[in-house]
């Protein structure tokens, strides 16, 4: 099981960014799939929740602002981030919700007051 997030970078707040997670070895439809995000010193975090169902779930602090989808095509979950805040910046993750280990290398966003 590979998986790759990609998409970040820097913005300025009130800006937007789309994350994605391209997948190998593993059907996503067939997964419960989430998104993590860590700051330095701190654990990593589930912001982001997407049953193989649909059903979709958030972390308070991006609940309204923060959107989960999969492309079952492309194999690939995405994590939509609107209005963006500079305490959304950090290194973001995806992994199915069964494992928390192999976290990959994620992606750094960047959100700049």
């Known amino acids: 099981v590979q998986l790759q997030a990609s998409g970040g970078g820097l913005v300025q707040a009130g800006g937007s960014l789309k994350l994605s997670c391209a997948a190998s070895g593993i059907i996503l439809r067939d997964n419960p799939m989430g998104w993590y995000r860590q700051t330095p010193g701190k654990e990593r975090d589930l912001v982001a929740s997407?049953?193989?169902?649909?059903?979709?779930n958030y972390a308070d602090s991006v609940k309204g602002r923060f959107a989960i989808s999969r492309d079952d095509a492309k194999n690939t979950v995405y994590l939509q981030m609107n209005s963006l805040k500079p305490e959304d910046t950090a290194v973001y993750f995806c992994n199915p919700l069964w494992r928390q280990s192999l976290w990959g290398q994620g992606t750094q966003v960047t959100v700049s007051s």
């Open positions: 997407l049953t193989s169902r649909g059903s979709t």
